[in-house]
């Protein structure tokens, strides 16, 4: 069995809090790895540790610290399918798409070697006669990372590569469910040649976070995870003055009009709602056709696929679907079928059955598929994070852009037709951060930038992208003139000429 520890100033350090977590191969169902939960004193040190780092690292030139970005992507790349097992063999993801998962985190990391151009200030020449103003983006100093389960290579890219080509120091605090691959990916960062301090990972729970977000050194929090957690971490945070983005969880909606391609809408649904197992903050978990025509056609074509769906252990070739991360997970999801159940949706497939032949203690389950599901019902208005896909039936365009408009949640949606009228307006008016046209996972790329609305994020700065360097620098304005004569006394507001 692996033993974890914390990655503080460069070095492996053991936990001596004398609480550890268990992390589970899901496809196996046994313990592989135990993980250190820190205490504040292993927090403080490395919050120290990335203190001490920072006066060097934010005055390291851009383009060294561009440099050592590059090793470093280079270097992910080389261990991109070393990455991708941990993430599969800890997470459950099937190994392809754990390739992609990591994949879509070293875009990030690319997209920082473009720092020195990406961190340039602003200049104003002769504002007044000899007066030039002139602005720069700051680094903030110590920045703390809080990750959850799901996407353990993207998410810690995201931010600490950002964070870091900045110029600020990092304490990541990865999920204790997978923390391999952050792991890994920060000893990755020294090989490169980046100094030690600059990447810290503290292993842990609450304990942890609370005293990162109680910490006056910590500067900024970035947090992605479910909902109740990123509401109290953004009051958290902002409560002790810190700059704080928190992404929380997602219930996202596909609008499928009388008009779309319903073979191609089927085959959308079957990766957006099953792949990852239903995992992804981007999954779409509610279809919405417009019609009884479209939803009885949809039902005919999605029945016997959903049955069909290839499950299996996550290091398994050709596969669609691997199992769950844990049993307490898959436990929720399955009384979230249940409670559709009582509610009175029809369960038109059921996934709870599903059992892996020689897996049995595996974390797996089914898909499963929904008709009629209606607004007032729980099951709808709260994320289930499953292989689930429910199916609500409109009347029209309207009734069925207010259900993604009205719902809690409001990370992602997607759209699907023939009508460059219709997507314009969904696009237009529904109010959710991402929106996808006839793209059912709308998950933008590195040099764009990634967040929802409403209960799914909370604080001004979205991820990654230019949003992401508002988010990790602070500006700072210079009036300056190098005058040729005595300067003379005014007690007048300053009043450029
Ligand atoms: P989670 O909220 O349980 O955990 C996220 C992080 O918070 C972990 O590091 C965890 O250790 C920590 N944490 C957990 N409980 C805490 C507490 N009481 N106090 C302080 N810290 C605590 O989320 P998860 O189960 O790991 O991840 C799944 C959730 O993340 C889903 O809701 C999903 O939608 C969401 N998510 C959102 C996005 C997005 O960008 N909006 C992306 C990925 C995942």
Redesign the pocket.
Known sequence: MKHYTHLIAGNAVDGTSGRFAPIYNPSTGQQSAEVPLANVSEVEQAIAAAEAAFPSWSGTSVLQRARIMTRFTALLYKHQPELAELVSREHGKVIEDAMGSVLRGIEVAEFACGIPHLQKGEFSDNVASGIDIYSMRKPLGVVAG??????PAM?PLWMASMAIITGNTVVL?????DPGCPMRMAELFLEAGGPAGVFNIVN???E???CLLNDSRIKAVS????????R??YETATKNGKRCQA????KNHMLILPDADLDGVANALMGAAYGSAG????AISVGVCVGDEVADRLIELLTPRVKALKIGTSLDKGLEMGPLVTAE?RAKVMNYIQMGVDEGADLIVDGRDFKLAGHEDGYFLGGSLFDNVKKDMRSYKE?I?GPVLQLMRVQNFEEGMALATDHEYG?GTSIFTRSGAAARTYADRVEVGMVGINVPIPVPLAFHS???WKA??FGDHN?FGMEAVRFYTKVKTVTARWPESTIEADFSIPTLK
């Open positions: 809080i990750t959850p389960f799901n996407f998410i605090k990865p999920s204790e469910k842990g729970d609450k942890a976070v609370d947090f992605v995870g479910s909902t109740p957690i990123a109290y971490v992404m929380g969880g997602a995992e992804r903050c981007m997970h994320e994070f990370n990634f967040g929802g799914s994020s991820q």
